[in-house]
């Protein structure tokens, strides 16, 4: 039975990882992704001029702006200026829903403001509207501090998240940790090992030509690791998210971030 080139490199390089336990990031020793990526990828972040990942926040903006559902309502006729009210939205998600019992993520909450308050259909997962809303809304963040995971209705799911984050799974047998937190700053098949922060979603992945959430990224992981990957929005990828997103407390947002 052969591998693909990248499946082996994984092998050697995780198998030399320490086996059982991992190593938790120190607070001052986290870094986004931008840290690790080459000179050209950061400046196409850092010029919106440049950055692919604004064309979407510019559709975004328009939707926000457009009315639509039975109600005939827009999300400007609720929430007015977003560059006022949606300022740190982005960095508190995904938040405690109290109707559902359970956190929310950000694409999730702009679906049930569809559905109840402008009685539209909910847009699908990874499609173009529902990214380019998520991007305009997450934008309005842009270098305020992650704030995610302190509502104390939230601790479950955060420790949830953090076993699925410690958990081996796949034919692999790797968790999220064993890259993460493990073996970052490191290479795999020539690509850089990041430490997962989730400070850039939605963003735009040149490797995808396209925009992208956090769960797609998790999910394309979970692939990798030859796992079942969970479905778009099931409550496992939320509680992991919520957790990546209380593992990077206090670093800034940079959404749309851009990565190879």
């Known amino acids: 039975m052969s591998f693909p080139r990248t499946i082996v490199a994984a092998m050697l390089l995780l198998g030399a990882a320490p086996a059982l336990l991992a190593g938790e990031i120190a607070l001052d020793q986290r870094r986004s992704g931008y840290f690790f990526m080459g000179p050209d990828t950061r400046t196409m972040q850092d010029d919106d001029t440049s950055n692919p990942g604004m064309l979407f926040v510019l559709d975004g903006e328009t939707l926000w702006k457009t009315k639509s559902g039975s109600a005939g309502k827009a999300c400007a006729d609720c929430h007015g200026d977003a560059r006022e009210t949606m300022k740190g939205v982005a960095a508190r998600y995904p938040a405690f829903d109290k109707t559902l019992s359970r956190p929310v993520a950000l694409d999730q909450r702009i679906n049930l403001c569809r559905t109840s308050h402008q009685q539209a259909t909910a847009l699908p997962y990874e499609s173009r509207d ?12 842009r270098g305020l501090a992650i704030t995610a995971g302190d509502d104390p209705q939230l601790k479950p799911f955060v420790e949830q998240g953090r076993a699925l984050f410690m958990q081996r799974e796949g034919q692999l047998n790797l968790a999220c940790t064993n ?34 959430s956090l769960e797609r990224r998790l999910r394309s992981c979970m692939s990798g690791v030859r796992a079942q990957a969970y479905d778009y929005g099931a409550p496992e990828l939320v509680a992991l998210e919520l957790y990546l997103m209380a593992r990077a407390r206090g670093m800034p947002i940079e959404s749309p971030a851009v990565r190879p």
Request: glycine content about 8%.
């Open 130 to 141: 529902l990214l380019a809303l998520s991007a305009f809304v997450a934008r309005q963040s």
């Open 179 to 212: 890259c993460h937190d493990d073996n970052y700053d490191k290479h795999l098949a020539g690509a850089p090992i990041t430490q997962g922060q989730p400070t850039g979603y939605p963003l735009y992945r040149l490797e995808w030509q396209a925009l992208g």
